[in-house]
């Protein structure tokens, strides 16, 4: 089967403590995305990679940290420095082209709760 | 700059009753465009996409959408309201930037189906 893996479903942490949420793809895709979802607001991009070592930026990158090392996985650490980390986490995944915009397949998401 | 705008936060029908979920964009190139249903505590689904061929979009579980230019709109529908059409609904934005899919997503709309 092909699809979108997030690891876990739910997770706990203290407040104060650095987590790592996994995310992988089987899809071959190259370009991997991490978005955070809070009730009301919509998906807001936390960061991106369209290749192996590369990523940046997005919108809301503050508190956050990426690795790509491999073409399949896109792991994302929330850290101490993050103000208000309790939200659902989503990874997505799409081909990446200059000339169309794909669409992205989406992970069944991580729940974090920091307390 | 572009913008989602879903003008609805909730809508409520009858099983069996036609769907409208509302949704106005703003892009300054020529836009692609999408619906992503999300059921509580998942992950989102595509359900249908715009890609500058035809207006009219058939997507899956029967709903559809129409791409407006002069009215900057893309609304879904669908004839007939099934229970498990109860979900949130996501319209989307896509512009190609730096090389990548940017994809701006609207608020959502949760369509609540009754008995």
């Known amino acids: 089967d092909g699809g979108i893996t997030q690891s876990p479903k739910y997770l706990f942490r203290k407040e104060g403590q650095n987590v790592t949420l996994s995310c992988e793809q089987n899809?071959?895709?190259?370009?991997m995305y991490w978005y955070r979802q809070d009730p009301g607001q919509g998906l807001r991009l936390i960061y991106y990679?369209?290749?192996?070592?590369?990523?940046q930026k997005g919108d809301i990158a503050e508190g956050y940290s990426v690795s790509r090392e491999k073409k399949e996985s896109f792991p994302l650490t929330v850290t101490s420095a993050q103000k208000n980390p309790t939200a659902f986490y989503l990874c997505?995944?799409?081909?990446?082209?200059?000339?169309?915009?794909?669409?992205?397949?989406f992970g069944p998401g991580t729940r974090l709760t920091v307390t | 700059a572009q913008s989602v705008t879903q003008l609805d936060s909730h809508v409520s029908v009858s099983e069996g009753t036609p769907v409208l979920l509302r949704c106005n964009y703003s892009?300054?190139?020529?836009?692609?465009l999408f619906w992503y249903v999300q059921h509580p505590n998942k992950g989102l689904q595509l359900l249908l996409k715009?890609?500058?061929?035809a207006t009219l979009v058939k997507g899956i579980n029967g709903f559809e959408a129409e791409f407006k230019k002069s009215e900057t709109s893309f609304h879904l529908t669908k004839p007939s309201a099934h229970m498990s059409d109860a979900a949130e609904y996501f319209c989307?934005?896509?512009?190609?930037w730096g090389g990548g899919n940017k994809l701006t997503f609207g608020t959502g709309t949760q369509l609540k189906v009754e008995l």
């Open positions: 892009s300054s190139y020529s836009p692609s």
């Open positions: 715009y890609t500058s061929a």
């Open positions: 997505a995944s799409s081909i990446d082209s200059q000339e169309y915009s794909y669409e992205q397949y």
């Open positions: 990679s369209q290749i192996v070592n590369d990523f």
């Open positions: 899809l071959n895709h190259d370009a």
């Open positions: 989307v934005v896509s512009d190609r």
